[in-house]
């Protein structure tokens, strides 16, 4: 049984105000996302956070966890623990007891849900860690002569945490996280004494310590592999990182309604598609759903949505699922694989806005974001993965993590219970304007006169030709349809088809030929012979004679036939074919009047 601490509250109270008060002209404090980077299953940028006294830089992945996690040097200290490698800066328990008269204070063994619940669920977690009271710096900017002290913030620490898959493939966590929830101020725990404790989260304490103007954050995850930074920035928000007026819920949750493929200029290459956008891809059980309740979360890596979703949308894509990882991996050899990656295609989410703000937000991600890589110890070779995960919503809601982050902005004031959803841009951003988050802001204003999200995509992705009989609704010979999105069989054939075309022109051109050199043969040598005669069955001696007529004439024999001849004279040519060319014209060529031939040939008579 546990026992409160004495005046644990009033304690909390009066240390809050020697540290400092609220200050709600504080300025917004940038935290630096994208110096450094993790995996197996990213990459994605980390932040490096300052813990314990002196510094200890943490490599800590932004997220919406409980408390801030920090991983114990021991964690990956066995030669048997998959740590991701290159491993990260781990925390060590520091050899002094007190920081700043603030005693550390250690909690008892908790297992991953007792840390987070949601994401212990949707990362399939295992193993122990402990809470503990410590000090965090904030430096601005990552100006390490700035120092804003945390002091005993509660936080937890991941003595084996790790994260598994289906199929058996796991990793021990060697990155923390940074958690943004705001939702509860304080929170209670127990310690190995049996004493419960209550100590401020990490927004709110930045908060209640006057360093931030409220208790919020504006997050752009970005994208390692595209090179976009990421933007963090506490109790205000960079407004370049958000390109469109944000959906406002009041919730943790939003409401998504459609999720469609598409392509914002030129050909597509989707698989099985005749027109595009191609639409009713939010989906479970066989049926379409109207819309569907999920939370973004920038602490769990991939698209956490039913499965009949996640289905319908690979089915368009040159992707196979691995029921071994609950994901999609991309076939890297197809051609409609590299046409998707180059260009402007794109997984486009509607959600529905709530009683303030825009009715409804799009949000268009694109798919070189959604090409992200496995690697070891989960695979033995880099694996490229499309991250849909197919979740049935059991011990956690569906999720929209850090692959769609890359490509979304996410903002929340938790002093007005507020969240903000919005486009993000690519490569090609505004410069940065940091903006405040008043402590009773409901909304928040975008970036002035900003681009189209495309547009910042333009230095990268390039649009594929269209067909010459295109039109605006992007349809297979239309302005989206382009060869790049015929099918590796389709162009296969019609390269054979092709090929077979060229070799019946070739084998036309040499019958003509040779057609035309046995017309001219025969006329050539004419003179030789002697008399036209019935094919009698022996061989002829020329060559290019037809097999109708012979060289030399075989024996007298009687014409059976001769009632047929009629009044056809002995002395005229005998009834048989020309050469073998039905074509009169051609007869007159190869076929010279009796009255031609040259005095000195013997005539037949009867």
Not at 252 to 275: E, F, P, R, W
Request: net charge negative; hydrophobic share 35%; with cysteine.
């Amino acid at each position: 049984m546990y026992t409160y601490a004495p005046s644990i509250l009033l304690v909390g109270a009066l240390a809050a105000i020697v540290r400092g008060q609220i200050n709600n002209d504080a300025s917004p404090v940038s935290i630096l996302l994208g110096n450094s980077s993790v995996g197996p299953d990213g990459p994605w940028w980390t932040i490096s956070q300052a813990v314990d006294y002196p510094d200890q830089f943490m490599s800590l992945l932004p997220s919406l966890s409980n408390m801030t996690l920090v991983v114990n040097s021991s964690a990956c200290s066995s030669q048997s623990a998959a740590c991701p490698l290159p491993v990260p800066t781990l925390f060590h328990w520091s050899g002094a007891d007190t920081v700043s008269g603030i005693n550390k204070t250690i909690g008892t063994e908790r297992i991953p849900s007792e840390w987070d619940s949601n994401q212990a669920a949707l990362l399939n977690m295992s193993g122990s860690g402990q809470v503990f009271k410590q000090r965090m710096t904030l430096h601005p900017a990552g100006d390490v002569d700035v120092a804003d002290f945390l002091d005993g913030m509660a936080m937890a620490v991941s003595n084996s945490y790790a994260a598994s898959f289906p199929g058996g493939a796991s990793y021990m966590l060697d990155s923390g996280f940074f958690s943004l929830y705001g939702g509860e101020q304080t929170l209670i725990w127990p310690d190995v004494d049996g004493f419960v404790r209550s100590n401020n989260r990490t927004l709110p304490e930045a908060y209640l310590s006057g360093y931030i103007p409220s208790s919020s954050y504006g997050l752009h995850i970005g994208s390692v592999k595209e090179n976009v930074s990421g933007s963090l920035v506490l109790g205000g928000y960079d407004s370049s990182r958000c390109l469109t007026e944000p959906l406002i819920s009041n919730s943790q949750s939003v409401t998504l309604t459609s999720i469609a493929l598409n392509v914002s200029s030129g050909g597509y290459a989707y698989q099985d598609a005749s027109s595009v956008p191609i639409e009713d891809l939010l989906r479970a059980n066989g049926s379409s759903l109207g819309q569907l309740e999920v939370y973004p979360d920038p602490g769990v890596p991939y698209m956490y949505l039913p499965q009949g979703t996640c289905d319908a949308i690979a089915a368009h894509l040159p992707v196979d699922y691995d029921p071994d990882y609950n994901l999609y991996f991309w076939n890297t050899s197809s051609p409609s694989y590299t046409n998707i990656m180059s260009s402007p295609h794109f997984l486009g989410f509607t959600f529905s806005g709530g009683s303030s703000g825009p009715s409804s937000t799009i949000i268009n991600i694109p798919f070189v974001l959604l090409n992200l890589t496995l690697e070891s110890p989960l695979v033995s070779t880099e694996t490229q993965y499309f991250p849909c995960s197919p979740w049935a919503s059991s011990g956690a809601p569906y999720s929209l993590g850090r692959a769609f982050l890359q490509g979304a902005f996410l903002a929340q004031n938790w002093n007005t219970s507020t969240l903000f959803l919005a486009q993000a841009p690519g490569p090609s951003a505004l410069p940065v304007n940091i903006k405040t988050i008043a402590y009773t802001d409901t909304t928040l204003t975008p970036a002035n006169t900003p681009p189209s999200w495309d547009s910042t995509w333009s230095g990268t992705l390039k649009a594929l030709p269209a067909n010459s009989n295109s039109t605006s609704t992007a349809t297979h010979g239309s302005a989206s349809s382009t060869s790049h999105s015929l099918s590796g069989g389709a162009i296969a054939g019609i390269v054979v088809g092709v090929i077979l075309l060229l070799i019946l022109v070739a084998a036309l051109i040499f019958f003509l030929i040779r057609r035309r050199r046995r017309n001219k043969q025969p006329s050539q040598r004419m003179p030789e012979l002697e008399e036209m005669r019935p094919y009698s069955g022996s061989s002829g001696a020329l060559d290019n004679v037809p097999s109708q007529y012979h060289d030399h004439a075989p024996e007298r024999a009687p014409i059976h036939n001769q009632k047929e001849l009629g009044a056809h004279s002995v002395n005229a040519v005998p009834l048989a074919e020309a050469p073998a060319h039905a074509d009169p014209v051609e007869m007159d060529a190869l076929q010279r009047p009796p009255q031609e031939l040259d005095s000195g040939q013997t005539r037949f008579n009867s």
